[in-house]
Structures are given as C-alpha cells and as structure tokens.
C-alpha cells in the first residue's frame, strides 16, 4: 500500500472520529448545563424558602405543570425549588432530544432511529401515562425544617459517591434513609430516589462521557428496552404487592452475585467474541484507562440476553424507585461482557432516562416533595461528581470489588423490607 493510498483510507476515519468525539461533548455538556441550572434554581428556591423566610408561605407544592407556572408567577419559593427539580428531570429528556441532532451530524441513521424511538417513549410516559395516573392540586410538604435538610444533604452525598462508582442511582441508600430515619411515607420516599436517580446520572455521566468511557451506542440502544420497562413499572406500583417484589428482587440479586465472585479478580474479560448485531449497531468500541495511559478495545456478546436484562431492570426501576442500576451493570457485566468500568460507566448514563420515564408519572401523583427531594438531589450531585473523579483512577478489580459487597447490601436491604423486617 503506498503512503498516499493509506493516508485516504485514514481521512474518514479520522473524520468519523472527530465526529464521534464532537457527539460525546454535545451530549456531556448538556448534562452539565441540566445540573448546573437545577443547582442554581434549587439552591435560590431553598435560601428563598429557609433563610429569608417569606410571610404566609405556602406549605404546599403543586404537582402539575399549570400549579408550577401559577406558583412561580406568585413567587412561592416551593414553587421555585420545584422548577429547579423539573429542570433537573428534564436532563436526560433533553439529553435524548440533543442525541438525536448529534447522530444526525454524524449521519448515524440507525442511531437517529434508536434515539427517536426512545425520545417517543419518554413523551408517552410524561404527557400520556403520568397525565392519567396524576392527581391534580396542591400537596403538603412532610417536612420543612433546616436540620432535616442538612442531615439528609449529606447522607445523600454518600449515596451519589457510591452510586457513581458501582452505576447504580443510590436509591438502595435514600429509601431507607427516608422511611427509617426521618419517617417519610414510603412513596414520597421513592419518589425522591427517582429524584437522586437523575442527580447522580446526570452528575457522573457529564464526566463520564467527556472522558469517553461511556458506550453511548449501547446505552441508547438499550433505553429502548429501560424505558418500555420502567412506564410499566411505574403503572403496576398501584395493583402489585411491593413485600413479595422486594424478595423476589432479593433473591434473585443474591444468585446474581455469585458468577460475579468467580470472576473477582477479572481486569478485563478474555475471549468475548462480537455478537451478531455488534457490528451492525457499532458497538464495540474502546476506552482510554488512565493506569495504563492506552486505549482498552472490547466486544459485545449476546445482546438479545442484555435488551431481556434491561427490560425488568426499566420495570424494577418503575416498581421500587431504586434506578435498578444493579441489574444493569449485572447484564452488561455478565450477559454483554463488557469491561466493567464500562459497564458501571453505561449503566450511570442510562439509569438518569430509565428513571425519568417514571418521573413525571410521580410528579404528577404528587410524590416529589420538593422539600425532601431538594437536599437529595444536591447531595447525591455532589457525591456523584466525587465518585465520576474517583473511578477513573480505579481498575476494573477494585470496582468489581466494590460493587459485590454494594449489590450483596441491596439484596439484604430488599429481603428486609419484603419480609417487613423494617
């Protein structure tokens, strides 16, 4: 091959690459923005509401789109934190709709396709499904004190670190925290870890995909299956009993660790040959690790088991309000055979749509307390950014290493709470 003839071939990768790259920017720069604007609206509403302390304040806040404009045009400052969580909820909607632009320069055809179906889905659910299980007017908060906000900030905080290490949206840690600490009823509880769900996927995500250890391909082909998943889940909440959900979930959980313990030691799989549709859908991909300053290639396997996977993650995600970041760094991990930073890595930046799918149908139920779901959501931002700076520096080991005992802690939290033990 003459130097000529190779440095033609090498121009459209190079573009496709650059491409590629401009995506991963547009995409990690729109999360950031969500973030830093929710921060910002958050933070006013909140010094709005406990430190200037407004004469006849509203004690309630609205859980529909018309109550929040009526809200903000009196200046409520729940009203006002409330905007703040919407935006924050809003991100990874956004985020989906901006894909479809970024595949587009790319002109990805199959991915505008994959992207669009997905955006449909999460429409569906906010404007169709959430409208018809919502109950207009106005909720009262459960608690407005600033001693419940500082304590639950910083629980929170530990919630996002871990759950941006291991992919998972820290709901195992709020849920508890909120029932057994503070005695918050059960579904406010949720609803404010669909909440940290977003936060830590949207925190840790931006650094994640900057630094191009996110799969954006399969993470968006897999939100199709999320997505039709977690509507259905947030649907069944009001006909399933969630004690026998739980154990199930538990038990599961607990087989599911074990391959994971045979494999403890596992820096990268070995042997893992492309599905099929690998090639075809662009998935395999690399990732740069910072231990050994090189590019890391790696397959896809058996995508039809990790789409099955994903779908009962979206429906537990929907049921329990814990973003099921479990079982999808178990599909990828186990079934897809991914490396697992990327795996972890993937899971964080799907878990924020997972869970938006079911946010606007508790938004709408009520079940947002902005009150509560403020100082989760800045604590479980916090943690998530630390943890995002954490795991790059980390080996596949040691993150395996965490995320056992991590997946071994929620199945017992589960079991407990399916069998009442709190």
Known sequence: MTEEHARRISVPFHNEEALIRKTELIISNVLRGGVLLSVAVILAGISYFHFLKPAGVNLSYPDTLGGLFHGLVKGDPLSIVMSGLIILLATPVIRVAVSIVAFALEKDDTYVVITGIVLLILLFSIFG?????GHPGPTAVHDNTLGFFAIVLLSSMF?????ALVGLGGGVFIVPLLTLGFHVPFMLAVGASIVSVIATSSGAAA???????????????LEIATTTGAIFGAVLTAYLNAQVLFVVFGIVL?????PLIMR???????????HRWAERLRLPSTYPDRRTHADIPYNVARIE?????????????GLLGIGSGTFKVLAMDTFMRLPMKVSTTTSNFMIGVTAAASAGIFFQRGDIDPVIAAPVALGVL???????????RMSNTHIRMVFVPVIVLVALNMLARGFGWF
């Open 129 to 133: 499904v959430g409208a018809w299980l």
């Open 159 to 163: 919630a996002g670190l871990v759950g």
């Open 207 to 221: 650094a994640y995909v900057k630094d191009r250890m996110t799969n954006l391909r399969i993470g968006m082909f």
């Open 254 to 258: 607990m087989i599911s660790v074990l």
């Open 264 to 274: 403890l030691g596992e820096e990268l799989p070995a042997g893992v040959k492309n």
């Open 305 to 317: 088991a990790g789409f099955s996977m994903m779908c009962v993650a979206g429906l537990i995600s």
């Open 382 to 392: 916090a943690g998530a950014t630390i943890g995002a700076k954490l795991l790059a």
